[in-house]
């Protein structure tokens, strides 16, 4: 079974409909990400939680927000979708304290591809 | 901010060796991490430099240079299995967010028989 699970894996849906997006964990990891990856653009930081009680705003963070329902769920919410936010979308975990040193090597899951029409 | 780049495609031949750059311009640096992407799937670790000099790991070794901003992620005997994206990040530590990482656009290599 994956570490890292992702659902839906794809989701379309139309402009100013409400969409969520989930993750689940069975790593253990405190830490737990979103980012959307755009052609060209990379990987960009959305959202960001160190543990259930701490939520932070990553790099582009407008017209989304989260959830932290537990140490092993975080969900991704677009509260009214517009099409530039059509991406792939993944969710990442990581935890120092598994790491050697200081790495804090982050795993992703496989990804949401949302299409906003 | 943070600035980092590397080239957008590049093609190589089975069993050859292919060096793929990355240079980077930040504010803050703690550490810089390549990843491997294949094509609609999950970005998988590959390796992580925080000193100056090279880590080997298999097939797979990656240099770093903090004085010169400078990595470069090295595949040796290449296989057609190592045709995907590859990816280089760097974590900042002087957001103090601990562990945020920006990537730059990602190398698409192709491997070619």
């Known amino acids: 079974d994956a570490d890292v699970t992702q659902t839906p894996r794809n989701r379309i849906t139309k402009t100013g409909k409400r969409i969520m997006l989930e993750c689940s964990q069975t790593?253990?990891?405190?830490?737990m990400y979103w980012y959307r990856q755009d052609p060209g653009l990379g990987l960009r930081l959305i959202y960001y939680?160190?543990?259930?009680?701490?939520?932070n705003k990553g790099e582009i963070s407008d017209g989304y927000s989260v959830s932290r329902q537990a140490q092993a769920k975080f969900s991704l919410s677009l509260e009214s979708a517009i099409p530039n936010q059509t991406a792939l979308y993944f969710c990442?975990?990581?935890?120092?304290?598994?790491?050697?040193?200081?790495?804090?090597?982050?795993?992703f899951g496989p990804g949401t591809r949302l299409t906003v029409l | 901010g943070q600035n980092i780049d590397q080239p957008t495609e590049m093609t190589a031949t089975e069993g050859a060796i292919v060096q793929i750059n990355c240079t980077y311009q930040?504010?803050?640096?703690?550490?810089l991490f390549w990843y491997q992407q294949h094509a609609g799937e999950a970005p998988t670790f590959l390796s992580y430099?925080?000193?100056?000099g090279l880590e080997e790991k298999g097939r797979f070794s990656s240099f770093l240079s903090r004085s010169k901003g400078y990595s470069y992620l090295l595949l040796k005997e290449l296989q057609m299995k190592d045709s995907a994206s590859y990816l280089c990040?760097?974590?900042?530590?002087?957001?103090?967010?601990?562990?945020?990482?920006?990537f730059g656009g990602g190398t698409r290599l192709m491997v070619k028989p």
């Open positions: 990442a975990t990581s935890d120092p304290r598994t790491s050697g040193g200081f790495t804090d090597t982050q795993y």
């Open positions: 790593k253990g990891h405190d830490r």
């Open positions: 939680s160190f543990d259930v009680k701490d939520i």
């Open positions: 930040t504010s803050g640096f703690n550490g």
């Open positions: 430099n925080v000193l100056d």
């Open positions: 990040a760097v974590r900042d530590d002087r957001r103090n967010a601990g562990n945020m990482l920006t």
